[in-house]
C-alpha cells in the first residue's frame, strides 16, 4: 500500500508504468516448459512412428532387431519430415502448441527459414545423444541450447 505522500506526488503511477514494460528476456520461453513440449511431441509423434515401422512396415520386433539400421533409417526419416513441416508451417508442433510456446528467428521473431529447420533439427539430434551439450542452457546468460545457438532460432511464449 502506497503512503499518501507518494500517491500526492505521483511516484506510484510512475512504479505501475514501469512495471508494465516487458523486457526482451520475459518473452524467452522457460526451460521446464520447453522440455515438458519436447517429451509431449516424443510420445505424440515419434511412439506411434515407432509401433508402425516396428509391427507394420518390419513385421515384428524380430525383425526390427535383426535390421536395427533400416528401422531406425525410417523412423528418423519420418519424424524429420513430420517436425519440419510443423516448424515451418506454424512455428509449433503439437507439444509446443500445448505450452503455448512457439519457434521463430531470433532476430526478426517471425517465422523462420528452412535452412534454419533443417540446422535445428540436426543439431537437436546432436544435442540428444551428447550429453555435454544438454546443458547449455545452464552455461549462458539467455538460457539458449545449443540448437538455439546455432540455428539462430528461439522459443518464446505464444500469448
Not at 505522500?5 to 508504468?17: F, I
Not at 522457460?30 to 522440455?35: E, F, M, Q
Request: hydrophobic content about 45%; aromatic content about 12%.
Amino acid at each position: 500500500m502506497a503512503k499518501w505522500r507518494d500517491v500526492k506526488q505521483n511516484r506510484v503511477l510512475e512504479e505501475k508504468s514501469n512495471s508494465k514494460i516487458k523486457s526482451p528476456k520475459s518473452d524467452v520461453a522457460s526451460l521446464p516448459s520447453r522440455l515438458k513440449a519436447f517429451l509431449l511431441d516424443t510420445f505424440l509423434i515419434t511412439t506411434p512412428i515407432l509401433y508402425i515401422v516396428i509391427y507394420l512396415i518390419m513385421g515384428s520386433g524380430e525383425e526390427f532387431s535383426q535390421n536395427r539400421t533400416m528401422g531406425w533409417g525410417i523412423i528418423f526419416f519420418v519424424h524429420s519430415i513430420l517436425i519440419l513441416i510443423f516448424w515451418l508451417k506454424n512455428g509449433q508442433t503439437p507439444g509446443l502448441k500445448a505450452y503455448d510456446i512457439k519457434l521463430v528467428d531470433n532476430l526478426t521473431k517471425q517465422r523462420v527459414s528452412v535452412i534454419q529447420v533443417l540446422v535445428r533439427y540436426i543439431t537437436t539430434l546432436v544435442a540428444v545423444v551428447s550429453i555435454f551439450l544438454l546443458f547449455t542452457p545452464f552455461f549462458n546468460k539467455d538460457k539458449k541450447t545449443f540448437q538455439d545457438i546455432l540455428s539462430n532460432t528461439i522459443i518464446i511464449n505464444d500469448k
